[in-house]
């Protein structure tokens, strides 16, 4: 398969930050790719380059094989759904809807007036007074209406109760199933994507920091949790992520699957066993992530 | 109905088996659809295709080309056996561990075995 996005050692700089420090990936066809990280970890630079909005220090971009600055082939191929969308001040939600519609080819408006009435969307207020959620749900429309080949949805959520999420993951699964393409969610509702997202990229202060199947990280880390001693004899030499202790009982997360055998040797001395989820993973390995790096600048001061 | 720690396909896998095995999916029936299944466990439907290729890999289900997937004839004993020989790993030793820790011996656990499937079968209205 031909990656639809193909990212070479991207770098981008403001100033004294280094936004993207020299990101490297692909992304290919037919699949929903979860983009995770702390805020300003530079997912919202990296979307931004890749939808032509923003320029790349160094490094390259390829989008449908060709770079997508002013290149109308491969624009009005992809969608980009941002947290922070402008619309024109006396815009209403209809007004954006029909030019999303001229400009997207694929555009479904059978879904979007579903979408509309699910989301019950006041149609002749102006955007600028719609509530937060109203807004998110305008950009949530366009980019599953518009089918595009590429969709990117920059923390779609913001402002959505509950129950809209559900409505949007609901819809976003029904209508990729029937029509698959490639879609990259940014989200920090970690727990919430789990399940919708086949490929997971943890970018932490411009680098990846995990690049893989969601399914393959799901059995990547286990807690062991019980008597402190024989918790840290049986972490030692293992990679540990994370370690909490009360009084005599430990608990130690470590990276590496375990074996039905040794999860069975851990079970039988007595020690137990949790999972730990892809939201508590991502977060043990930018924290060893942010400490390592710490220890190293340390390092380099003396 | 899902959790975590554990490949979701696997999981999506062993819930169709589930239902091959109570009875709810009999053999020759029409298994739930990739899209079917993604929309109701509200997961990928790439994650729901590969957990339905494992059971066709087993031979549990089987594929006619443009009407679905089917549950095989002989599916319902092949998972048997299969669960069967997997029983004792899965239940057996976590209940004698959890024994250890309360004292409990062997004839202690077989007594309590005996009294609480006599309470379960006179619940279900045919004592054993």
New interface residues.
Partial sequence: MTAVIEVQNLTKRYKDTEALAGVSLSIQPG??YGLLGRNGAGKTTLMSILTAQNFATSGEARVFGESPYENPRVLSRMCFVRESQKYPDDATPRHAFTAARLFFANWDQALADRLIEDFQLPMKQTIKKLSRGQLSAVGVIIGLASRAEVTFFDEPYLGLDAVARQIF??RL??D???H?RTIILSSHLIDEVA????RVIVIDKGRILLDEE???V??RA?TVVGDAAKVDAWSQGREVLHRDELGHVASVTVLGHLS?AER?EV??S?LDL????LQQLIVRLTQKAGAEALAADTQEVR | M????????IQIAEQIEDQILDGSLTEESKAPS??EL??F???????AA?GVAMLTDKGVLYKQRGIGMFVATGARQTLLTERRSAFA?RYI??LL?EAR?LGLGADDLAALLRERAVAASASEGNPA
Wanted: hydrophobic fraction near 40%.
């Fill in positions: 699949s929903i993951y609901d699964i029904e990729y199933a029937e698959p399940n919708l997202i086949e969601t399914d393959a799901r059995d286990v039905g069975a079970a039988a007595g949790a999972p730990v989820s | 899902i959790e975590e720690g554990k490949a979701l396909f990739t899209n993604a929309a466990y509200r997961i990928n439907p790439a994650t590969k790993d030793d976590p561990a820790t």
